[in-house]
């Protein structure tokens, strides 16, 4: 941002309690987002892991998704 536009924010922050609000919980969400991250992160899968998942996968791509031509029959 440019300085006009970081002044521009504070200003109106200064006297927005709404967005201010916003803002202090979208830095919650940030912080609670990271912390469940690293912990995420530490977790690996084996290799066979993701080979089962991977075959499953493919095995159930055909059927994936709704078939929304048998709901048109039933209108």
């Known amino acids: 941002m440019r ?3 970081r002044w521009a924010l504070k200003i109106h922050l200064f006297f927005c309690v709404s967005c201010r609000n916003y803002a202090r919980q ?7 987002f990271h912390l469940i991250a690293d912990r995420w ?4 899968l084996s290799h066979e892991a993701k080979e ?3 075959d499953m996968l493919k095995k159930a791509e055909p059927g994936l998704g709704c078939d929304h031509s ?3 029959n039933h209108l």
Request: charged content about 40%; aromatic content about 16%; proline content about 0%.
């Open 52 to 54: 089962r998942i991977r």
């Open 3 to 5: 300085f006009r536009e």
């Open 41 to 44: 992160n530490t977790y690996h």
């Open 70 to 72: 048998e709901e048109e």
């Open 26 to 32: 979208i830095g919650w969400i940030d912080q609670v």
